[in-house]
């Protein structure tokens, strides 16, 4: 069974940081790249950061270049976002989703969300000022 499960989430004071993990399984990890994403209350969907298993490229949207990293273990099959500076306008649902193929900035679009092969549940963020 295929699965992607996002954790690390929960309830943080702003100015902290958090690490959240897309830990996957059921599939061959090292063909795909993985995005995460997150949505807030009433906003759009936004994309973040992907990474390519097979190579460890990464890109960023120029919203979070700075504060947030992105990394891959791949003897553990899992995608780690590591946030920094936390403010709580970052207060969202952080999702992992995967697509089969070379890493791609287009991945974090709605159209490259769409287009992702599986897809994480997600996991609450909330930060209070």
């Known amino acids: 069974e295929v699965q992607l499960v996002e954790s690390g989430g929960g309830l943080v004071q702003a100015g902290g940081s958090l690490r959240l993990s897309c830990a996957a399984s059921g599939f061959t990890f090292v063909d795909y790249s993985i995005g995460w994403f997150r949505q807030a209350p009433g906003k759009e969907r936004e994309g973040l950061s992907c990474v390519s298993f097979s190579d460890g490229s990464t890109y960023y949207a120029d919203a979070v270049k700075g504060r947030f990293t992105i990394s891959s273990d791949n003897a553990k099959n899992t995608v780690y976002l590591q946030i920094s500076g936390l403010k709580p306008e970052d207060t969202a649902v952080y999702s992992c989703?995967?697509?089969?193929?070379?890493?791609?900035?287009?991945?974090?679009?709605?159209?490259?969300?769409?287009?992702?092969?599986?897809w994480g549940k997600g996991t609450l963020v909330t930060v209070s000022s």
């Open positions: 989703a995967a697509v089969r193929g070379p890493l791609n900035p287009r991945l974090l679009s709605d159209a490259g969300y769409y287009g992702m092969d599986y």
